[in-house]
């Protein structure tokens, strides 16, 4: 399509929008009275408004009923989590039995690890992409040294080649191939979160399963952003947060996926409690585990109903949308941006570059944009002017325009603000 970089364009793009009427069912934050352009969905996600029901009536259960909103809440709390299986399973691709939630994401990570890590002498080795998240790094150096090896011996990071801002699929693939005998789990961020560089995971899982190790996603940045097929990729684990493209409010609960072919591997270690035995038996308080068969196997203790209610609200949201029309709108924002700073950009003659993939199988909701020259200013300028971006060192803003919530007019907008930003510094 031949964009323009005119606020008449946009709002037209606005107006045969099918997701357009989405944006009021947010609650957007303001600066100086006016509603802000928000590009940090991908970090927190906006309030929806009906999210505020979900809650309270669980407050409300928990008023009138107390302990017996356990079994005669409308929503019972005992088997709360069942209403995601259905919806949430759609969002990322997998059976109704593979996907459940709990916990926060670092947490389910390491929860995957007990599972899936099990270094031998032989096979010892995680690959995982250089600069992951540092919660990411932590975690998997802190897994490596609690199996009394060192992360220096035990982990291999994929790293860009020297000059460029991506990894490489041939780069992952060629060291899955190096590593070999000796790799025992590949575990990377779906999406990059620095440069929103999305990688080929059916590729990817494949290459590590035919090595022999299990290959497991963090998908902090792909849940409810990118289409995913878990199941038919055959992805062994994966766990997203719900707070970023999920809209769930701060810190809220995790999603977690665990293939089918792994639901009846009773051999498997896992840290067991009493939310992930039998579901029938649960109440019987007997001394030996007996796992769900299913991802719910894997569960703990009984669930924080209050975190889990915005969720609910969002998933039940994204259900009635559905992915496609979701990553359509995604796909067409984010090009409209990209081709409002590539305009912008030459108005001011070249001050900044965009370090995620131009090419569209290798992005989703988000551009990085590496700002030569004042970045930090400009940064603060855009907040000051209702620009609501993240700024990541040394130089780099990250936008994303959200389709659920981002209008094309704000990237126009946007447009507008960037420009008067970067002159005003130049003088
Ligand atoms: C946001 C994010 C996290 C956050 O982890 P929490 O346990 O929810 O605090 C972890 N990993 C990645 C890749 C992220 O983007």
């Known amino acids: 399509m031949e964009f323009l970089n005119t606020r008449e364009f946009a709002q037209q793009l ?39 029901a979900y809650v309270d009536e669980v407050m409300d259960d928990w008023a009138k009923l107390a302990v017996e ?5 409308d929503k019972p709390w005992w088997d709360y989590q069942e209403r995601f299986a259905a919806p949430l399973s759609k969002i990322v691709g997998a059976l109704p039995s593979e996907v459940t939630v709990m916990n ?10 007990v599972s899936f890590y099990q270094p031998t002498a032989k096979r010892f080795k995680i690959i995982c992409e250089e600069k992951a998240f ?8 802190s897994q490596v040294r609690f199996h009394g090896l060192e992360p220096e011996d035990a982990i291999v990071e994929i790293k860009r080649r020297p000059g460029e801002h991506n990894i490489r699929l041939e780069d992952i693939l060629d060291t899955i191939k190096q590593v070999g005998e000796e790799l025992a789990l590949v575990l990377i961020g779906g999406v990059n979160y620095y440069t929103g560089q999305v990688f080929d995971m059916k590729t990817i899982t494949k290459a590590g399963q035919d090595a ?13 952003n ?53 579901k029938e038996r649960r109440f019987l308080m007997e001394p030996n585990f007996d796992p769900v068969r299913g991802a719910e196997g894997w569960q703990i203790s009984n669930l924080p109903i209050l975190s889990l209610a915005p969720y609910l609200a969002s998933v039940e949201m994204f259900d009635e949308i559905g992915m496609p029309a979701l990553i359509q709108k995604r796909d067409n924002i984010t090009a409209y941006l990209e081709f409002i700073l590539h305009e912008i950009d030459r108005e001011v003659n070249g001050h900044f570059e965009i370090i995620t993939p131009s090419e569209p199988k290798e992005r989703a909701c988000q551009l990085s944009v590496f700002l030569h020259g004042e970045g930090r200013q400009l940064f603060d300028y855009l907040m000051k ?6 700024w990541r ?15 094309y007019e704000d990237m126009y907008q946007f447009g507008q603000v960037l420009k008067a930003g970067i002159l005003s510094h130049k003088k």
């Open 69 to 73: 909103g356990h079994f005669y809440a």
């Open 14 to 52: 606005d107006a045969k929008d099918k997701l357009a009427k989405y944006r009021d069912e947010f609650l957007f934050p303001h600066v100086n009275g006016k509603q802000v352009i928000y590009f940090t969905g991908n970090s927190l996600g906006l309030q929806p408004k009906r999210t505020k």
């Open 212 to 224: 022999g190790a299990y290959v497991g996603w963090d998908l902090a940045h792909g849940a409810g």
């Open 393 to 407: 060192e040394p130089n780099v803003i990250r936008l994303a325009p959200v389709p659920l919530y981002c209008s």
């Open 104 to 113: 926060t994401l670092t947490v389910n990570l390491h929860l995957m690890m």
């Open 134 to 141: 540092p919660s990411d790094q932590y975690m998997i150096k």
């Open 385 to 390: 002017n209702g620009v609501i971006t993240d």
């Open 226 to 278: 990118i289409h995913l097929e878990l199941h038919e990729w055959n992805v062994d684990f994966a766990a997203w947060c719900s707070y970023k493209y999920m809209n769930s409010g701060p810190g809220n609960a995790s999603g977690l996926f665990v293939h089918e072919m792994h639901h009846n591997d009773l051999d498997l270690p896992r840290f067991s409690g009493w939310w992930g035995h039998n």
